[in-house]
């Protein structure tokens, strides 16, 4: 067995950051991550997609997104840095526990798994995304638990 | 404005490889970019997710695959490689020319987004591939056609 190299200071800031912000919900840190101009470039789904966000308008999102799902873990499989940004590929679960898209709140826990393109700025803060996730499988895992409600 | 390095030679292979076998749907040229075994670690919505496939596995998913789609063309957007494997985000077009789903051919075009990322042996031969796509999107596509037909 190899050992792997150390992670580089992007890596584990970005998995602070998935921590801290979109697992724990710490809307005063955006500040310390979020560059002063983030875009969404890709997210199909997201209510954001395609924009360009100040820091109230990223912490908005974030408030928002969080709401339905406010005990939401990411696990990631991988990060792969390159060319001065980070892949990361992830499962993500949740308990229910408001509505989203029409669906009440269950309580039941819904699973996801997605892919991340971050970029960066020369101060490491985030400046947008490239993102996909699977929405039809939480669709379906929503609909199901309405039909088994 | 700074040029860019050169591709190394994985990327450029792996470009090679989306358009001569998704592309084009060349199966001839499998053995050549496919290792003996091919892991589809995760890909919601495949019927062959989670399965360990030999060439002639690979070759029938391919054929499968592409079935309803013989035109399709993949756009990459970004290729990020570390660690020995590539990540690569991509749009996908393709004329709905065949079944799927339950869903007739209209002959109208589809879109989709997507995210994989790929392994390789020292051969940089395929070993497996880990993706998600955005199947929601797709399903919307497909119903809002059969509506209108």
Same mark, same amino acid.
């Given at each position: 067995? %190899?050992?792997?190299? *150390?992670?580089?200071? @992007?890596?584990?800031?970005? @998995? ?15 500040? +310390? !991550?979020?560059? *002063? %101009? !983030? ?7 997201? *209510? ?9 308008? !990223?912490?908005? @999102?974030?408030? $928002? %997104?969080?709401? $339905? ?7 990631? +499989? ?9 892949? +990361? ?7 229910? %526990? ?34 996909? $996730?699977? @929405?039809?499988? +939480? ?11």
């Amino acid at each position: 067995m %190899s050992a792997s190299p *150390p992670e580089s200071q @992007r890596k584990i800031r970005l @998995r602070q950051f998935m921590r801290d912000i979109w697992d724990e919900g710490r809307v005063e840190l955006c500040s +310390v !991550y979020i560059a *002063p %101009s !983030y875009h969404v470039r890709h997210d199909p789904g997201d *209510p954001w997609d395609g924009e360009i966000l100040d820091l109230v308008g !990223y912490e908005r @999102r974030l408030l $928002a %997104s969080r709401a $339905a799902f406010p005990d939401q873990k990411f696990a990631l +499989v991988g990060l792969l840095e390159d060319g001065g940004a980070i892949a +990361v590929h992830w499962f993500w679960q949740a308990c229910h %526990s408001g509505e989203i898209g029409g669906f009440a709140a269950t309580g039941k826990t819904i699973r996801m798994s997605g892919a991340t393109v971050y970029t960066f700025d020369l101060l490491d803060r985030l400046t947008g995304h490239w993102q996909i $996730a699977d @929405r039809l499988g +939480v669709f379906q895992q929503l609909q199901r638990n309405r039909e088994q409600d």
